[in-house]
């Protein structure tokens, strides 16, 4: 796939550009059509919006080119619940940018709710809820019962630390370095992307292989990429929007480092681990090697494990040109830097 727009120098890593080939899912037209319909027929986001954003969001273009050996119907729900992660987060900003506590709490409860029990809520009032119903449902129907217990697991986690988020943005409380990159870890739901790699994969791992040191760090570090990389593209929006949840900023404000120096040590961050993750790529491999033990079982999870280690490699490129091509950061061509254009105000219940 080609470039569709230049990178500015100071975003601009060669080593991506040149070491991370980037590939799109042969299904992706059709994933765009159809997680187009799937916004609209959710209400999820009104027709206008979705005739004149979504295609530009390219928030299957994200999916399509991570999960690329999906089947369509995995990589669908995926995408699907993706684009539904991008409404659900521009919710949740603007139910702090307009001080609405009592709707985000009624919001969580809900979420939480669905996540548990999917079928109770497909059809409920708040287009948000029933959204999550109906994806979850359909990411619940590839593995186990355990798998679904884990990924439930993990995104109640990811409820509670947006939680903390709100509490500490509606505060004016800028986390430690510390804490912001475990709260990080959350808010990204580095684990649930790292989950998604399984059904993608046509294969539940045993625990034994998901935790052991050589596969975790490298997904660890794949996921660490993108949520640094997404601090170091939004640093001067969020200063001057006084954010307080971004590396630079905890960077900034306890460390007491310029902006100027704050985006150095991010990019720093970012070079390390992109490094690091090309160390643990091999080592991962080398695991997976290990796992075929002459017995069809061991020779089908080595197969798994080296397609879902692909697959973070592939996560490095995607969200790098992501950033790059998506109308969520094209914030100079925004007519109200502090509003995006693609968020529907009134269906959140501000007007």
Not at 203 to 219: N, S
Request: glycine share 4%.
């Amino acid at each position: 796939m080609t470039r569709v727009v230049a990178v500015p120098p100071a975003l601009s890593l060669p080593v991506i550009e040149a070491a991370f080939p980037r590939r799109l899912h042969p299904y992706w037209p059709r994933l765009q059509e159809k997680t187009r319909s799937w916004l609209l027929e959710k209400r999820l986001m009104p027709a206008d919006t979705v005739e004149e954003h979504a295609d530009g969001l390219r928030y299957t273009d994200l999916m399509a080119g991570y999960y690329l050996d999906a089947p369509d119907d995995v990589l669908q729900a995926i995408a699907d619940y993706s684009a539904w992660f991008f409404v659900w987060d521009d919710r949740h900003d603007r139910d702090v940018v307009h001080r609405r506590p009592a709707a985000w709490r009624r919001l969580r409860g809900r979420l939480h709710a669905a996540l548990d029990s999917p079928q109770t809520h497909l059809y409920h009032a708040d287009p948000l809820v029933a959204g999550l119903a109906d994806s979850v449902m359909r990411l619940y129907s590839f593995l186990s019962e355990k798998w679904n217990d884990r990924f439930a697991r993990h995104f109640h986690a990811v409820i509670e630390a947006y939680d903390r988020e709100f509490r500490n943005r509606t505060s004016g409380v800028v986390p430690t370095v510390d804490a912001y990159l475990e709260l990080r870890r959350l808010t990204f739901a580095h684990w649930i992307w790292t989950d998604l790699l399984e059904p993608s994969a046509g294969h539940e791992l045993p625990d034994a292989v998901r935790k052991h040191p050589a596969y975790r760090r490298a997904a660890l570090l794949s996921q660490e990429f993108a949520a640094w990389y997404n601090d170091l593209c939004s640093l001067p929006k969020e200063i001057a929007g006084k954010e307080v949840h971004n590396l630079g900023i905890s960077l900034i404000h306890h460390r007491g480092l310029t902006p100027e120096q704050a985006a150095e040590e991010v990019r720093r961050r970012i070079e390390e681990c992109i490094s690091d993750f090309l160390v643990a790529e091999k080592e991962a491999l080398r695991f997976a090697s290990t796992l075929a033990d002459g017995t069809v079982q061991g020779s089908e999870l080595s197969a798994a494990v080296k397609r879902i280690v692909g697959n973070m490699r592939n996560w490095f490129s995607t969200v790098y040109w992501f950033h790059h091509e998506s109308g969520r950061y094209m914030v100079d061509h925004w007519d109200d830097r502090s509003t995006p254009p693609y968020v529907d105000n009134q269906a959140a219940g501000e007007k």
